[in-house]
T-cell receptor
Framework: LAKTTQPISMDSYEGQEVNITCSHN???????ITWYQQFPSQGPRFIIQ???TKVTNEVASLFIPADRKSSTLSLPRVSLSDTAVYYC?????????????FGKGTRLSVIA | GAVVSQHPSRVICKSGTSVKIECRSL??????MFWYRQFPKQSLMLMAT?????????EQGVEKDKFLINHASLTLSTLTVTSAHPEDSSFYIC?????????????FGPGTRLLVL
């Protein structure tokens, strides 16, 4: 079973900041939070990963509160090309044999 | 970053034939690879865990005799769909984890679109 819950879909206009929140109430101590982006007919692409507090890279920011029961992916100034499905996953980064279990993801539609 | 490739990118076959899909880690060695299947408008569903030099571990409901997995080397895992039927038509995606990498957990291949006529 997927360990995460996300909104099924979101709409946004170009240039806006988009925040997608994911719930993971049963996250384990060793679990990291990872977000992937998937375009139609392509494999998922890594966006960002974090354990706690805030992580930022050139693509997005990830906010994780102290209790780690949720996380928020923030995409600054989205464009039409950001239209995709975004998946939030939790898993033990230290265990190479443990696969990632995907939830339903959030389908983001960016409108001009 | 690490790259995972798949071949072919798409394949069309007749019902009853077998199809082999290759998954390669291009610049790293992967003792474990994972195979997923994705139907239209749905999420990725884990099919099996492919272990180098040993038998694959299949998820509940996935027929091991139908979906043969061979992980003969540290850079190659193959998925063979035997006696394919139209209901096997799907998007098959593999992934691999680069050992020791700090930033990322798993890299995914570009996927293989299978259409069984």
């Amino acid at each position: 079973l997927a360990k995460t819950t996300q909104p099924i879909s979101m709409d946004s206009y170009e240039g806006q900041e988009v925040n997608i929140t994911c719930s993971h109430n049963n996250i384990a101590t060793n679990d990291y939070i990872t977000w992937y982006q998937q375009f139609p007919s392509q494999g998922p692409r890594f966006i960002i990963q974090g354990y706690k507090t805030k992580v930022t890279n050139e693509v997005a920011s990830l906010f994780i509160p102290a209790d780690r029961k949720s996380s928020t992916l923030s995409l600054p100034r989205v464009s039409l090309s950001d239209t995709a499905v975004y998946y939030c996953l939790v898993g033990d980064r230290g265990s190479g044999n443990t696969p990632l279990v995907f939830g339903k993801g959030t389908r983001l539609s960016v409108i001009a | 970053g690490a790259v995972v490739s798949q071949h072919p990118s798409r394949v069309i076959c007749k019902s009853g034939t077998s199809v082999k899909i290759e998954c390669r880690s291009l610049d790293f060695q992967a003792t474990t690879m994972f195979w997923y299947r994705q139907f239209p408008k749905q999420s990725l569903m884990l099919m099996a865990t492919s272990n180098e030099g040993s038998k694959a571990t299949y998820e509940q409901g996935v027929e091991k005799d139908k979906f043969l997995i061979n992980h003969a080397s540290l850079t190659l895992s193959t998925l063979t769909v035997t006696s394919a039927h139209p209901e096997d038509s799907s998007f098959y995606i593999c992934s691999a984890r680069q050992p020791g990498l700090d930033q990322e957990t798993q890299y995914f291949g570009p996927g293989t679109r299978l259409l069984v006529l």
